[in-house]
């Protein structure tokens, strides 16, 4: 059933919400043992009550947002995991193992598949080996990919301008699709023949094979983690977040505007740049629903980078930022999901103007924001997380690690509506103070 149907539009969006966490409560596997079925239960309880501020848990749940952290701990390079799925795939599951986080570590936007980018020759990302040290983590190389005059381009067709613009220019590998043409002339199919002759153009096709073969190594990069993830689940680990989406402002100024060419843009072509980030933010809720059907879990992850403090003031934040990504928010909740807000840098002079959401609907995760003040504004709105810092899990004492997390769970943990974490995605730290991270909520998060 797909949620185009009568039966899923007739749902109210609690319905559908409820219908979302029913599919995670029961995944429809056949569980390791009565031990894992039992912590899967209980962690999916523990976090769904969290999440949705209907009440108070047993316990506040303990997490890890990781990048290549497992890959680390093992022993092993960033390099290796993007090109080695077995070595990342037993380096994953030995994390999880040991940890054993009430919400599982995936390696899905970490450890992705090296080889696929290697055949694209993706230009927008440096990753170990083709761009930095194969012992460093993947980098984003911002430029202007997409042009200041190229607004109305993006506006009028999104698609037409994404499939034959921007990604030519970011993935070289992909240059022969800028010689193609719109679908729209197949819509008269007796003129289509000038349209399909595009395709056999040596360049079109020399793509074309790229992308199939780029295609090909993700299903074998898929073949490997996504097993790997129903096997954590079948050891009683929930995995709730299965979508992406992104705020329309960081949708154009993350990978094509860039930092420079978007804040620039904020002054001169202010009216183009809203007119933008509206068109896009009907792109963004799409984006998900467009393959989701009502099992699909119900946590949709979007990491929020320029619209934290020191990228722009509150008052930039309330005309460009916000609007757009309310507006995001609000279409992902109507489909019954709850969007993980992952609010990198400091968000405490935003608090009071992301406090206007239905309650109980949103997660909000913390990096350098003061948590005892967004319990004070966020409380009984949404649900708050992170906030330990990466700084103190690499360089401090697992004592250290443990007295701050116990202040964290006696000042914002009262009365449920927060989860243990840390503040943004971790990628080195020492073991022990991991350790210690989770298991203060495990040992001292109790109500």
Known sequence: MQPSEPSWKSLSSEERLQRRWATVLEPGLQFAS?????????????????????????????????????????????????????????????????????????????????????????????????????EAVFQYNEQEWMLEDEYDLLIDDPTDYLLHVYLPRVAPGMGGFSKLTSPLDMIEIVVAPPYLMRWADPEVVESVEKVIAAGRECGAWGGVHYPLLGQLVAEGIPGPMTSMSLAPFDFIGDTMRGTRGILMDMFRQPDKLLEACDRIARLCVKWVTRNANPHTGPLVFIPLHKGAGGFMSDEQFRTFYWPSLRAVIMGLIDDGFVPYLFAEGSYGSRLEVIKDVPAGRTLWHFDDTDMR??????????????NVPLSLLNLGTPEQVTEYCLDLIRTVGPGGGFILDAGAAIDEAKDANMEAMLRAAKEHGWY
């Open 34 to 134: 009565p031990e894992a079925e039992a912590d899967y239960r209980a962690r999916v309880a523990r976090l769904k009550t969290t999440i949705l501020l209907e009440g108070t848990p047993d316990r506040v749940p303990a997490c890890a947002i990781t990048q290549f952290y497992p890959s680390f701990r093992a022993g092993l390079t960033p390099y290796e995991v993007m090109y080695d799925y077995e070595k990342a795939a037993e380096a994953w599951l030995a994390c999880n193992r040991e940890l054993q986080p009430d919400t599982l570590m995936a390696p899905l936007f970490s450890a992705i598949p090296g080889r696929a980018y290697d055949l694209l020759d993706v230009e927008v990302l440096h990753w170990p080996g083709h761009g930095v040290r194969k």
């Open 373 to 386: 003040r967004a319990k004070d504004i966020l409380g009984g709105i949404a649900c708050i997380q992170g």
